[in-house]
T-cell receptor, first 114, second 116 residues
């Protein structure tokens, strides 16, 4: 069963506007969350992360929000740029016996329209 | 700085053939792992290793073998390829600990495998 879910396979946004990508998880033991960006024919690259002790982490145009009670996180990109067009994967991990396993969502394909 | 290097980038196999996907990293990372990416399934962990001589299974280990004889290398072996193993394979590495606020994964460029 998918422990990390990205329910929107695709998203289109106008250049300059905000992009909001969503991710839900089911395992309450997850305490570390990451977003990866992937261009075609390339490997995923790390974008931003957040620990469960925080509810927000910001890095330039990228902000990740974590709502532990709802088991939900989101990635905000402001302002969106055409170069942001890619597939975005959400991932989660937990301490303990499975602390070395990351669980990934199915990805959201973002298209930023110039 | 090469990072994570995977070879080959493309491979076509016939059912029942064997092959090895190579992965090497030059960042002295303790942790290495293999994922497969399939449409609608995201990235799923096959096997991982937390150091030389130590390997463990991920979510989808069946049909795959791994070994870790050095810190740098983590090959993935398909002993008898099946069409269900047609996929894009990614190798990734990280410092430890990986979860709970530890290191993020660094990925290779991927290996596209087709099994006929």
């Amino acid at each position: 069963d998918q422990q990390v879910k990205q329910n929107s396979p695709s998203l289109s946004v106008q250049e300059g506007r905000i992009s909001i990508l969503n991710c839900d998880y089911t395992n309450s033991m997850f305490d570390y969350f990451l977003w990866y960006k992937k261009y075609p024919a390339e490997g995923p690259t790390f974008l931003i992360s957040i620990s469960s002790i925080k509810d927000k982490n910001e890095d330039g145009r990228f902000t990740v929000f974590l709502n532990k009670s709802a088991k939900h996180l989101s990635l905000h990109i402001v302002p969106s740029q055409p170069g942001d067009s890619a597939v975005y994967f959400c991932a989660a991990s937990a301490r303990g016996s499975t602390g070395n396993q990351f669980y990934f969502g199915t990805g959201t394909s973002l298209t930023v329209i110039p | 700085n090469a990072g994570v290097t995977q070879t080959p980038k493309f491979q076509v196999l016939k059912t029942g053939q064997s092959m090895t996907l190579q992965c090497a990293q030059d960042m002295n990372h303790e942790y290495m792992s293999w994922y497969r990416q399939d449409p609608g399934m995201g990235l799923r962990l096959i096997h991982y290793s937390v150091g030389a001589g130590i390997t463990d299974q991920g979510e989808v280990p069946n049909g795959y073998n791994v070994s870790r004889s050095t810190t740098e290398d983590f090959p993935l072996r398909l002993l008898s390829a099946a069409p269900s193993q047609t996929s894009v394979y990614f190798c990734a590495s990280s410092y430890l600990p990986t979860g709970g606020g530890g290191g993020e994964l660094f990925f290779g460029e991927g290996s596209r495998l087709t099994v006929l």
